[in-house]
């Protein structure tokens, strides 16, 4: 429940439980998140520890309050909303991986953008309603609707007269067989800062590499990760050069639904055994990316920065990175 008020206890435990609705077929799975409130005082046990933390810090603990209030009274407002359409279940982030999404499921995600795209790859056909819960904190460009438009927008749904956009995904296949998809980007490296060594191939080029990691985005994470290294990138540039930096745009047609990936080596370091020529390319059902590791350790392939959802990534396994087949669609 949220920690200042039992009248917005709906559901907020670690548990998946169900709403009281209607009798009907109608199923809504509410995927919900813990504030940074929630957060820290699993940390730190009680709320006064968690406050005495932020404060000595000199951060606002008002702040994280005034964030719980607002997330746990959309969640109440939502919850309340959708019981009158279907039977509702409420989800917990860290459940999702492992959650079975029915193929007639209505899902609603309320939180973040992070918390949509970490859905969006556990679903299957089924459309994906994103909510902002508070607008006034966070831009949301994935969570097109409020808690008042919910409503509507579940009715025009069910009716099939809401409007769907497609999303392309990424695609991470090992050769024993493991798969791994993102929504925005993957990750392919270390656990830890050290170097990661593989060797890295695409159409008749090959090399060895050694660096801090692959980034792999799709046109959806095109303005997250990417778009950082785009930028670090650029700045370095410019410096050397003496000029202003500019943002490097890979392909300004770059979207959602764009059939093909961008990669990124990271701080790829040339040597005697090493090259960096190789480092940043486009990804196509024509040319997909291999990458065999090199790494004794510590090796990983994770999705959208969820570290702890992850493909092992040692010494001879090859990853084929390609567009994922399956789509995401969410509702707008």
């Given amino acids: 429940m949220s920690f200042f008020g039992k009248k917005e206890a709906v559901a907020n435990s670690g548990k998946v439980q169900a709403s009281a609705g209607p009798e009907t077929e109608i199923k809504i799975i509410l995927v919900k998140r813990r504030t940074r409130l929630e957060e820290l005082v ?3 046990n009680t709320i006064q520890q968690a406050q005495f933390f932020v404060e000595r810090l000199g951060a606002d603990f008002g702040d994280y309050v005034q964030e719980d209030r607002l997330y746990h009274t959309a969640l109440h407002q939502a919850s ?11 989800v917990d982030r860290e459940h999702v991986p492992n959650f079975i999404f029915g193929q007639k499921d209505v899902v609603v995600v309320l939180g973040q953008d992070g918390l949509v795209a970490n859905t969006l790859k556990y679903v299957t056909e089924q459309p994906l309603i994103g909510v902002n819960p508070d607008p006034q904190r966070w831009d949301g460009a994935l969570l097109p609707f409020t808690v008042a438009e919910l409503p509507a927008a579940v009715r025009d749904l069910l009716r099939g ?3 769907i956009r ?18 925005n980007d993957l990750f392919i490296g270390r656990r830890t800062h050290v170097s990661a060594r593989y060797e890295l191939r695409q159409s008749e080029a090959a090399e060895q590499q050694s660096s801090s990691g ?3 985005s799709t ?12 930028a670090g990138a650029a700045g370095i540039s410019s410096r050397a050069g003496g000029g202003t930096p500019e943002p490097l745009v890979p392909d300004p047609t770059f979207g959602w639904d764009s059939p093909y990936l961008y990669f990124s080596v990271r701080e790829p370091y040339p040597s005697r055994s090493t090259s960096a020529n190789l480092v940043f390319g486009r990804i196509d059902e024509r040319s997909p990316l291999k990458i065999v ?8 392939i994770f999705s959208d920065g969820v570290e702890d959802d992850y ?8 990853a084929s990175i390609t567009v994922a087949e399956r789509r995401g669609r969410l509702a707008v």
């Fill in 214 to 216: 692959i980034i792999v």
């Fill in 161 to 163: 007269k809401r409007p």
């Fill in 219 to 230: 046109g959806m994470g095109s303005t997250g990760w990417l778009r950082s290294v785009l």
């Fill in 42 to 44: 699993v940390r730190y």
């Fill in 80 to 90: 309340e909303t959708l019981a009158s359409i279907g039977r509702v279940q409420q």
């Fill in 311 to 318: 493909l092992e990534f040692g010494s001879g396994i090859e």
């Fill in 166 to 183: 497609e999303v392309r995904l990424a695609q991470a296949e090992l050769n024993d067989g493991q798969v791994l998809v993102a929504v």
């Fill in 293 to 300: 590791s090199q790494m004794p350790e510590s090796g990983v």
